[in-house]
Protein backbone atom coordinates (compact mmCIF):
# COMPACT_ATOMS: atom_id res chain seq x y z
CA UNK A 1 0.00 0.00 0.00
CA UNK A 2 0.84 3.67 -0.91
CA UNK A 3 0.57 6.15 2.17
CA UNK A 4 -0.26 9.52 0.19
CA UNK A 5 -0.40 12.56 1.80
CA UNK A 6 -1.63 16.24 0.61
CA UNK A 7 0.17 19.43 2.24
CA UNK A 8 -1.96 22.51 1.79
CA UNK A 9 -2.40 25.84 3.15
CA UNK A 10 -6.10 25.49 4.29
CA UNK A 11 -6.13 21.55 5.14
CA UNK A 12 -3.82 18.67 4.80
CA UNK A 13 -5.06 15.15 3.99
CA UNK A 14 -3.66 11.76 3.85
CA UNK A 15 -4.62 8.69 2.47
CA UNK A 16 -4.07 4.86 1.86
CA UNK A 17 -3.77 3.64 -1.83
CA UNK A 18 -3.80 0.55 -3.39
CA UNK A 19 -1.77 -0.72 -6.30
CA UNK A 20 -4.27 -0.13 -8.31
CA UNK A 21 -4.32 3.70 -7.53
CA UNK A 22 -7.95 3.51 -5.17
CA UNK A 23 -8.17 4.98 -2.57
CA UNK A 24 -8.33 2.23 0.53
CA UNK A 25 -9.09 5.22 3.24
CA UNK A 26 -9.05 9.05 3.72
CA UNK A 27 -8.60 11.64 5.97
CA UNK A 28 -8.03 15.29 6.73
CA UNK A 29 -7.49 18.15 9.01
CA UNK A 30 -7.55 21.88 8.99
CA UNK A 31 -3.99 22.82 8.60
CA UNK A 32 -4.11 25.30 11.51
CA UNK A 33 -0.72 27.89 10.45
CA UNK A 34 -0.12 28.43 14.29
CA UNK A 35 1.10 24.67 14.62
CA UNK A 36 4.61 23.28 14.05
CA UNK A 37 4.59 21.12 11.08
CA UNK A 38 5.78 17.66 13.34
CA UNK A 39 2.49 18.56 15.61
CA UNK A 40 -0.01 18.73 12.74
CA UNK A 41 1.35 15.80 11.11
CA UNK A 42 1.28 13.59 14.18
CA UNK A 43 -2.03 14.44 14.82
CA UNK A 44 -3.38 13.92 10.90
CA UNK A 45 -1.37 10.57 11.09
CA UNK A 46 -3.09 9.68 14.73
CA UNK A 47 -6.24 10.23 13.15
CA UNK A 48 -5.68 8.78 10.12
CA UNK A 49 -4.40 5.57 11.88
CA UNK A 50 -2.74 3.35 9.21
CA UNK A 51 -0.80 0.82 10.21
CA UNK A 52 3.16 0.78 9.68
CA UNK A 53 3.23 -2.76 7.85
CA UNK A 54 0.92 -1.86 5.68
CA UNK A 55 3.34 0.61 4.18
CA UNK A 56 5.41 0.26 1.37
CA UNK A 57 6.20 3.49 -0.22
CA UNK A 58 4.99 6.73 0.60
CA UNK A 59 3.93 9.98 -1.46
CA UNK A 60 4.00 13.67 -0.64
CA UNK A 61 2.70 16.67 -2.46
CA UNK A 62 3.24 19.65 -0.88
CA UNK A 63 3.88 23.64 -1.65
CA UNK A 64 6.88 25.10 -3.49
CA UNK A 65 9.74 25.85 -3.64
CA UNK A 66 11.09 22.48 -2.89
CA UNK A 67 14.76 20.60 -2.74
CA UNK A 68 13.05 17.69 -4.39
CA UNK A 69 15.97 15.70 -3.89
CA UNK A 70 16.77 15.99 -0.45
CA UNK A 71 12.24 16.75 -0.30
CA UNK A 72 13.20 19.54 2.07
CA UNK A 73 9.78 22.35 1.82
CA UNK A 74 12.26 25.62 1.40
CA UNK A 75 10.10 28.69 2.12
CA UNK A 76 6.62 27.69 1.01
CA UNK A 77 4.71 31.22 0.95
CA UNK A 78 1.39 29.76 2.48
CA UNK A 79 2.91 28.04 5.13
CA UNK A 80 5.90 30.13 6.50
CA UNK A 81 5.88 27.47 10.26
CA UNK A 82 6.91 24.89 7.28
CA UNK A 83 10.46 26.62 5.96
CA UNK A 84 13.39 24.48 5.77
CA UNK A 85 11.23 21.27 6.96
CA UNK A 86 12.78 18.19 6.25
CA UNK A 87 9.68 16.38 5.31
CA UNK A 88 11.40 13.16 3.17
CA UNK A 89 13.19 12.62 6.24
CA UNK A 90 10.47 12.61 8.71
CA UNK A 91 8.52 10.02 6.66
CA UNK A 92 11.82 7.72 6.33
CA UNK A 93 12.04 7.65 9.49
CA UNK A 94 8.93 6.69 10.75
CA UNK A 95 8.23 4.35 7.57
CA UNK A 96 11.77 3.36 6.79
CA UNK A 97 10.58 2.54 3.09
CA UNK A 98 11.05 4.57 0.24
CA UNK A 99 9.47 8.45 -0.01
CA UNK A 100 8.56 10.78 -3.16
CA UNK A 101 7.94 14.39 -2.25
CA UNK A 102 6.61 16.30 -5.47
CA UNK A 103 4.94 20.39 -5.43
CA UNK A 104 1.37 19.82 -4.48
CA UNK A 105 0.77 21.23 -7.77
CA UNK A 106 2.56 18.71 -9.64
CA UNK A 107 1.05 15.92 -7.63
CA UNK A 108 -2.32 16.95 -8.91
CA UNK A 109 -1.56 18.11 -12.49
CA UNK A 110 0.18 14.77 -12.95
CA UNK A 111 -3.15 12.80 -11.89
CA UNK A 112 -5.17 14.94 -13.80
CA UNK A 113 -2.82 14.41 -17.10
CA UNK A 114 -2.66 10.60 -16.30
CA UNK A 115 -6.11 10.08 -15.06
CA UNK A 116 -8.51 12.62 -15.28
CA UNK A 117 -9.11 15.38 -17.36
CA UNK A 118 -6.14 15.69 -19.41
CA UNK A 119 -5.76 11.58 -20.19
CA UNK A 120 -6.89 12.11 -23.51
CA UNK A 121 -4.35 14.46 -24.72
CA UNK A 122 -0.58 14.49 -24.92
CA UNK A 123 0.10 17.83 -23.66
CA UNK A 124 -1.48 18.97 -20.23
CA UNK A 125 -0.90 22.20 -18.44
CA UNK A 126 -2.58 22.00 -15.08
CA UNK A 127 -3.48 24.92 -13.05
CA UNK A 128 -5.10 25.13 -9.74
CA UNK A 129 -6.50 28.25 -8.35
CA UNK A 130 -7.24 27.38 -4.37
CA UNK A 131 -5.17 28.79 -1.41
CA UNK A 132 -2.82 30.19 -3.93
CA UNK A 133 -2.04 29.88 -7.88
CA UNK A 134 -0.07 26.78 -9.02
CA UNK A 135 0.49 24.63 -12.21
CA UNK A 136 2.43 21.80 -13.65
CA UNK A 137 2.93 20.62 -17.15
CA UNK A 138 2.67 17.04 -18.50
CA UNK A 139 4.23 15.90 -21.22
CA UNK A 140 3.49 12.31 -23.15
CA UNK A 141 2.46 11.56 -19.47
CA UNK A 142 5.83 12.81 -17.86
CA UNK A 143 5.92 15.64 -15.45
CA UNK A 144 8.29 18.15 -16.66
CA UNK A 145 10.17 20.07 -14.00
CA UNK A 146 12.71 21.98 -15.72
CA UNK A 147 16.56 22.40 -14.76
CA UNK A 148 15.55 24.16 -11.39
CA UNK A 149 12.30 22.75 -10.94
CA UNK A 150 10.06 25.73 -11.56
CA UNK A 151 8.43 24.57 -15.25
CA UNK A 152 5.10 25.23 -14.77
CA UNK A 153 5.00 27.20 -11.48
CA UNK A 154 2.42 29.50 -12.61
CA UNK A 155 2.41 31.63 -8.91
CA UNK A 156 5.49 33.38 -9.78
CA UNK A 157 4.74 34.39 -13.95
CA UNK A 158 4.94 37.79 -14.55
CA UNK A 159 1.84 39.81 -16.63
CA UNK A 160 1.16 43.44 -16.43
CA UNK A 161 -1.05 44.28 -13.26
CA UNK A 162 -4.75 44.96 -13.71
CA UNK A 163 -6.42 48.37 -14.06
CA UNK A 164 -6.90 49.93 -10.59
CA UNK A 165 -9.52 49.40 -9.00
CA UNK A 166 -11.60 50.80 -5.62
CA UNK A 167 -10.58 54.31 -5.03
CA UNK A 168 -7.63 54.17 -7.36
CA UNK A 169 -4.66 53.22 -5.10
CA UNK A 170 -4.93 49.24 -5.41
CA UNK A 171 -4.13 47.12 -8.24
CA UNK A 172 -4.75 43.47 -8.08
CA UNK A 173 -2.33 40.41 -8.99
CA UNK A 174 -2.74 37.67 -10.03
CA UNK A 175 -4.04 36.27 -6.72
CA UNK A 176 -5.52 32.79 -5.03
CA UNK A 177 -7.49 32.66 -2.05
CA UNK A 178 -5.55 33.91 0.57
CA UNK A 179 -3.88 36.36 -1.53
CA UNK A 180 -7.84 38.05 -1.92
CA UNK A 181 -8.36 37.15 2.01
CA UNK A 182 -5.29 39.40 3.13
CA UNK A 183 -5.75 42.11 0.74
CA UNK A 184 -9.40 42.88 1.72
CA UNK A 185 -9.02 45.78 3.78
CA UNK A 186 -7.22 47.56 1.29
CA UNK A 187 -10.30 46.93 -1.50
CA UNK A 188 -13.25 46.78 0.88
CA UNK A 189 -12.10 48.56 4.26
CA UNK A 190 -12.81 45.42 5.99
CA UNK A 191 -11.59 41.66 6.16
CA UNK A 192 -12.94 39.39 3.75
CA UNK A 193 -12.37 35.62 3.12
CA UNK A 194 -12.39 34.32 -0.49
CA UNK A 195 -15.86 32.64 -0.15
CA UNK A 196 -17.54 36.41 1.13
CA UNK A 197 -16.22 37.75 -1.92
CA UNK A 198 -18.04 35.85 -4.08
CA UNK A 199 -21.20 35.24 -1.97
CA UNK A 200 -21.07 39.24 -2.31
CA UNK A 201 -20.41 39.10 -6.13
CA UNK A 202 -23.53 36.64 -6.60
CA UNK A 203 -25.64 39.36 -4.51
CA UNK A 204 -24.73 42.29 -7.24
CA UNK A 205 -21.78 44.08 -5.14
CA UNK A 206 -20.13 45.90 -7.99
CA UNK A 207 -16.89 45.80 -6.39
CA UNK A 208 -16.43 42.21 -5.70
CA UNK A 209 -17.97 41.58 -9.45
CA UNK A 210 -14.93 44.11 -10.36
CA UNK A 211 -12.14 42.45 -8.11
CA UNK A 212 -13.13 38.60 -9.53
CA UNK A 213 -13.34 40.18 -13.02
CA UNK A 214 -9.68 41.73 -13.03
CA UNK A 215 -8.47 38.20 -11.13
CA UNK A 216 -10.00 36.38 -14.08
CA UNK A 217 -8.56 38.17 -16.89
CA UNK A 218 -4.94 38.23 -15.38
CA UNK A 219 -5.68 34.64 -15.34
CA UNK A 220 -6.54 34.22 -18.37
CA UNK A 221 -3.56 36.63 -19.79
CA UNK A 222 -1.62 34.33 -18.06
CA UNK A 223 -3.38 31.49 -19.96
CA UNK A 224 -2.46 32.74 -22.95
CA UNK A 225 1.16 33.63 -22.13
CA UNK A 226 1.85 29.86 -21.18
CA UNK A 227 -0.05 28.88 -24.74
CA UNK A 228 3.11 30.73 -26.46
CA UNK A 229 5.24 29.02 -24.32
CA UNK A 230 4.64 25.62 -24.51
CA UNK A 231 1.41 25.36 -26.48
CA UNK A 232 -0.62 22.80 -24.51
CA UNK A 233 -3.60 20.92 -26.17
CA UNK A 234 -5.53 21.25 -22.82
CA UNK A 235 -5.92 23.79 -19.94
CA UNK A 236 -7.22 21.87 -16.69
CA UNK A 237 -8.41 24.40 -14.34
CA UNK A 238 -8.40 22.72 -10.73
CA UNK A 239 -8.84 24.07 -7.52
CA UNK A 240 -12.30 25.06 -5.29
CA UNK A 241 -11.88 28.73 -7.00
CA UNK A 242 -12.03 27.62 -10.36
CA UNK A 243 -14.34 24.22 -10.02
CA UNK A 244 -16.92 25.63 -7.60
CA UNK A 245 -17.08 29.05 -9.30
CA UNK A 246 -18.77 28.36 -13.03
CA UNK A 247 -19.03 31.81 -13.78
CA UNK A 248 -15.33 32.63 -12.68
CA UNK A 249 -14.31 29.45 -14.70
CA UNK A 250 -16.22 30.91 -17.49
CA UNK A 251 -14.81 34.60 -17.47
CA UNK A 252 -11.18 33.12 -17.24
CA UNK A 253 -11.60 31.06 -19.88
CA UNK A 254 -13.28 34.61 -22.00
CA UNK A 255 -10.02 36.11 -21.26
CA UNK A 256 -7.87 33.66 -22.51
CA UNK A 257 -9.50 32.76 -25.42
CA UNK A 258 -9.65 36.98 -26.43
CA UNK A 259 -5.46 37.00 -25.38
CA UNK A 260 -4.73 33.50 -27.27
CA UNK A 261 -2.72 34.09 -30.52
CA UNK A 262 -5.43 33.83 -33.69
CA UNK A 263 -6.13 30.17 -34.95
CA UNK A 264 -4.35 29.15 -31.22
CA UNK A 265 -7.37 27.02 -29.60
CA UNK A 266 -6.31 24.83 -26.89
CA UNK A 267 -9.49 23.35 -24.81
CA UNK A 268 -10.00 24.56 -20.93
CA UNK A 269 -11.86 22.46 -18.74
CA UNK A 270 -12.34 21.59 -15.60
CA UNK A 271 -10.19 19.16 -13.12
CA UNK A 272 -12.44 16.10 -12.78
CA UNK A 273 -10.46 14.65 -9.91
CA UNK A 274 -11.79 17.01 -7.14
CA UNK A 275 -9.77 17.25 -4.15
CA UNK A 276 -8.59 14.19 -4.69
CA UNK A 277 -6.06 14.94 -7.25
CA UNK A 278 -3.50 15.43 -5.31
CA UNK A 279 -3.43 12.49 -3.18
CA UNK A 280 -3.77 10.23 -6.43
CA UNK A 281 -0.82 12.05 -8.04
CA UNK A 282 1.84 11.88 -4.76
CA UNK A 283 0.66 8.22 -5.09
CA UNK A 284 1.27 7.64 -8.31
CA UNK A 285 4.40 9.35 -8.29
CA UNK A 286 5.41 6.80 -5.47
CA UNK A 287 4.48 4.25 -7.46
CA UNK A 288 6.65 5.32 -10.90
CA UNK A 289 9.37 6.94 -9.08
CA UNK A 290 9.26 9.31 -11.41
CA UNK A 291 10.82 12.76 -10.01
CA UNK A 292 9.95 14.65 -12.95
CA UNK A 293 13.71 15.18 -14.58
CA UNK A 294 12.42 15.84 -18.11
Known amino acids: ?34 ETPDTLLDRLLKKAD ?39 KRFEEKYGCNVTVQNDANAAGYAEAVLGAGKDFNSVYYVTVSTGIGGAFVYNKNLVRGAFGVAGELFNIVIPESREIAD ?21 GENKTAKDIFLSAEKGDKLSKKVLES ?10 NISCTVDPHVFVLGG ?16 ARKYFLPGVTPEIVTAKLGGDAGLIGAALLA ?5 GNV
Open 240 to 255: PMAICQPEYFEKICFY
Open 287 to 291: KTKQT
Open 215 to 224: SAELLGMALA
Open 1 to 34: MILALDIGGTNIKAALIDKNIRIIKRTEIPCDLK
Open 168 to 188: GNFRLKIAGGRELEKNSVNIF
Open 50 to 88: IKKEKISSVGIGCPGPLDIKNGIMLTPPSLPEWHGFQIK
